[in-house]
């Protein structure tokens, strides 16, 4: 079991926001341009590239904390396209993974109630439900990355390599049995088919267990 975070809101409620705010990423002209944050963001300064729970972070408050920079520069410079914050930083915790950085280097995460990482998956981008689950969701999103979450990843931290969803030698087929709409008989099709997936590990700590909280 993990410690709570001093944070305001329940997790449910955070995941209700993030929901709204990444709406609204979607409709700015500048950032999403019609579609959701990317959850493998690709820096368009020098093509590195950042799991889910990085990239949420990073698009929707900045490397920095102080928006986002669409340029991703982050140098205080007029090649900057700051945005306003999507999330309140109150909201919910924050961590970072690269401390000592430099900004444009900075890579924080967005934490759960109970300290660790939201894991955010985005549907690609004009798939449909006749697509298969595996094409509109990508589990190395997040899954390889959490993989490797340890202690020492930052303060509060879990160990993650052991957890159930996590599980690289089943071909991460739990992940896709859990977003599975079981509504739906005629294929394997995914909830939030036109969206986004938001996952928290619960008071556990533990991904893939009975107390995650999803945002379907």
């Keep these: 079991m993990t410690e709570s975070l001093q944070v305001p809101y329940g997790i449910a409620y955070i995941l209700q926001q993030m929901v709204v705010f990444l709406e609204m990423f979607k409709q700015d002209s500048a950032a999403g341009r019609g579609q959701y944050a990317d959850s ?4 368009p300064a020098d093509g590195e590239e950042y799991p889910g729970y990085v990239s949420l972070a990073i698009q929707l408050v900045g490397r920095d904390l ?5 340029a991703d520069r982050y140098d205080g410079t007029v090649n900057e396209v700051r ?3 999507y999330i309140k930083l109150e909201t919910t915790g924050i961590a970072e993974t690269n401390p000592g950085a430099s900004a444009e280097d900075l890579a924080p995460v967005l934490l759960c109630k109970w300290g660790q990482p939201i ?5 690609k981008p004009g798939t449909t439900v006749r697509s298969g ?3 509109i969701y990508e589990s190395d999103d997040n899954l390889l990355d959490v993989d490797d979450l340890d202690e020492t990843s930052f303060t509060g931290c879990l160990d993650h390599s052991g957890d159930d969803l996590v599980d690289i030698n089943a071909d991460y087929d739990f992940f896709y049995e859990l977003i599975e709409n079981q509504s739906v008989t005629a294929a394997e099709v995914p909830y939030n088919v036109e969206s986004f997936i938001l996952w928290s590990a619960g008071k556990d700590g533990e991904y893939g267990t009975d107390d995650d909280i999803k945002n379907f």
Excluded: C, K, M, P
């Design 83 to 85: 945005r306003e914050h």
């Design 119 to 123: 894991l955010y998956f985005r549907a």
């Design 133 to 135: 689950i595996r094409n």
């Design 40 to 43: 493998y963001y690709e820096s």
């Design 66 to 70: 102080l928006g986002y920079d669409v």
